[in-house]
């Protein structure tokens, strides 16, 4: 069925260091592809997204790429800032099939100063 | 106010106690939404409304009784929970049911 795979975590990283957070997708149909964040007694946020192939989401510094080829959504930034620390949550929507929305299971993210 | 609203922010409750939580949104959204939040658990969908009906029920529970009484309301009465309820109780809703979605900043429970 529909799902979406992200890495797993925790992840820490050193200020002004390159962030990666991989996400594949699983997908009947042509699904939207978004990235949530969640800081720290928050709910959750729409950090980018992306509606069809090819599609480059970007908000705050951080990209991701639709890449159909590879079923791929990763979550990049240059250079990652202590406030960046949070949960990221890769997300897929299916229109075709009953209007599903499918979340992965988070990424917790550490800057240290 | 704007956005999706949450009350209350936090929740204490005991086991016997009824309780309900409230979501609101002013997004003029048709589609709404309760999550389920725990510790070192993925994000689970309890119910989805659509144009107030309710659309989806994950195996949840009867001691949570969802209550939609129009596009912009969301409540989720609680009856003789459980200790392992307590969790972050998350609303969201999306223009239509499936869209990119809306969260509210959830409502903290401790079930004791």
């Known amino acids: 069925g529909d799902s979406v795979t992200q890495m797993e975590g925790p992840v820490t990283l050193s200020e002004e260091a390159f962030l990666t957070i991989n996400c594949t997708y699983t997908a009947t149909g042509y699904p939207s592809l978004f990235w949530y964040v969640q800081y720290p007694g928050e709910g959750l946020q729409l950090l980018l997204k992306a509606t069809k192939a090819d599609d480059k989401g970007s908000n705050k510094g951080f990209e991701a790429t639709y890449r159909k080829e590879t079923t791929s959504f990763h979550l990049e930034k240059g250079s990652v800032q202590v406030s960046d620390s949070a949960v990221y949550f890769c997300a897929l929507s299916i229109r075709a099939t009953g209007n599903q929305f499918y979340f992965g299971t988070g990424t917790s993210l550490t800057v240290i100063p | 106010e704007t956005g999706v609203t949450q009350t209350p922010r936090h929740l204490v409750m005991g086991m016997t106690n009824k309780k309900s939580l409230k979501c609101e949104q002013h997004?003029?959204?048709?589609?709404m939404y309760w999550y389920k939040q725990s510790a070192k658990k993925p994000l689970e969908l309890m119910f989805v409304y659509n144009f107030k009906e309710q659309t989806e029920n994950n195996s949840v529970p009867s001691r949570f009784s969802p209550e939609c009484p129009n596009s912009s309301h969301l409540f989720l009465h609680l009856h003789t929970l459980q200790p392992e309820d307590s969790a972050l109780y998350l609303c969201a809703s999306s223009q239509d049911q499936g869209g990119e979605q809306y969260f509210g900043p959830g409502t903290r429970l401790t079930v004791t």
């Open positions: 997004l003029g959204h048709n589609a």
